[in-house]
C-alpha cells in the first residue's frame, strides 16, 4: 500500500481548529448582534398548506394579528414581554432585538398568549358576544417551550383556553319557527371574570359560577333541522344544576338546567346542545361534547 506524506502546513492547520473548538474559540465567528430567532405560531388541532397550523375562533391567521410572548434565555434574566405580528402563514415577524440568539449554545424559554382585543389585559370574556364581542372573547395560550439554536422545531403551539357553548334551538308543539326566531336567548348564572392561565399547559383554571349573563353569538344559517343556533365563549366553570339557557318566548319565561356532569367545562373544549322548546318549556334535550374541537359550527 503506497504512503502518502501530508503536508507539514495542513496537519498545523487541522491542530489549530481542533484547538479552537475545544477552547470555545468558535464563538468569535458568531454574527456581531445575534442570529434572528425565527418562530411560529400554531393553533392546536388546525393545520394549514404550510404545514403551520392557524388561528382565532375559526382558526386561521388572517395575518397581522398580535400575539404576547414572554422570552428569556435560561441561563440568565427574567422574561422580557414582547409583541408580535403574525402573517397569514402563522409565521411571527420576529426583527425585536429581544429576538435573537445571542451565541449559539444559547437556550430561550418563550411563553405566548393571543387575545384579539388588545386593550383587555386580564383574561375574561364579553357580556354581549353579538358580532364582533364573540371573537373579542376568544383568548389563547401557547404552552412554554424550551428551544435551541438546532431545534428543528420552534413552533408556539397556541390553545383556546375558554369554552366554547353552542346551542341549537327547534321548535315543538304550541310555538311557531317566527316565535322562536323572535325569542330572547341568554345564558345565566355564570362568571365572566376567567381564573389563572397555567403557562405549563395552556389552560385556564375553573371559576366558580356567578350572577353574569352572556348574550350569544347567532350562527346564521342555523345548523340543518334548526330555527336557531347560539354560541358564546365562557371561562371554565361548572354550571351542572345551575338555570344556564335562558329563554324568554311569547310572554314565558323558560330555563335549561343541566343535570350533573352536563355542564362542567374546560378549556378549550366545545360542548353542544340540542333543545325542543315548546309551550310549556324545554325538551328532547341531546347534550355533547367535542373534546379539543374547534371547528365553525355548520
Known amino acids: 500500500m503506497k504512503k502518502t506524506n501530508i503536508p507539514i502546513y495542513i496537519m498545523y492547520l487541522w491542530a489549530a481548529l481542533v484547538l479552537a473548538a475545544c477552547t470555545g474559540d468558535d464563538d468569535a465567528a458568531w454574527p456581531e448582534g445575534g442570529v ?3 418562530l411560529y405560531a400554531a393553533v392546536e388541532g388546525y393545520s394549514s398548506a404550510n404545514a403551520q397550523t392557524r388561528a382565532t375562533t375559526e382558526n386561521r391567521w388572517e395575518g397581522g394579528e398580535v400575539v404576547r410572548l414572554w422570552i428569556r434565555s435560561r441561563s440568565i434574566g427574567s422574561p422580557n414581554e414582547i409583541h408580535l405580528s403574525v402573517d397569514s402563514d402563522g409565521k ?6 429581544l429576538c435573537t440568539w445571542i451565541s449559539p449554545d444559547e437556550e430561550k424559554i418563550i411563553y405566548g398568549e393571543y387575545h384579539n382585543s388588545q386593550a383587555a389585559s386580564l383574561f375574561s370574556v364579553q357580556a354581549d ?18 428551544i435551541t439554536v438546532t431545534s428543528p422545531d420552534k413552533t408556539l403551539v397556541f390553545r383556546h383556553v375558554t369554552a366554547k357553548v353552542v346551542v341549537h ?13 323572535r325569542a330572547t336567548v341568554t345564558f345565566e348564572n355564570l362568571t365572566c371574570k376567567g381564573g389563572d392561565i397555567n403557562p405549563n399547559n395552556g389552560t385556564a383554571e375553573q371559576v ?8 350569544p353569538n347567532e350562527v346564521t344559517p342555523a345548523a340543518n333541522g334548526y330555527v336557531r343556533t347560539v354560541r358564546a365563549l365562557l371561562p371554565p366553570q361548572n354550571m351542572s344544576g345551575r338555570k344556564f339557557v335562558k ?10 338546567t343541566p343535570a350533573a356532569g352536563e355542564a362542567n367545562f374546560f378549556s378549550g373544549k366545545m360542548y353542544e346542545y340540542r333543545l325542543t322548546v315548546t309551550s310549556e318549556g324545554i325538551e328532547n334535550i341531546d347534550m355533547e361534547e367535542e373534546g379539543g374541537t374547534w371547528q365553525p359550527v355548520e
Open 208 to 215: 366558580p359560577p356567578g350572577t353574569d349573563h352572556i348574550t
Open 92 to 97: 411571527l415577524i420576529t426583527n425585536d432585538a
Open 247 to 256: 329563554i324568554v318566548i311569547g310572554g314565558k319565561t323558560f330555563y335549561y
Open 36 to 38: 434572528p430567532l425565527e
Open 129 to 146: 358576544q353579538r358580532d364582533k364581542g364573540y371573537q373579542d372573547s376568544d383568548r389563547m395560550a401557547a404552552p412554554r417551550i424550551y
Open 169 to 181: 334551538l327547534k321548535v315543538g308543539n304550541g310555538v311557531t319557527d317566527d316565535e322562536l326566531q
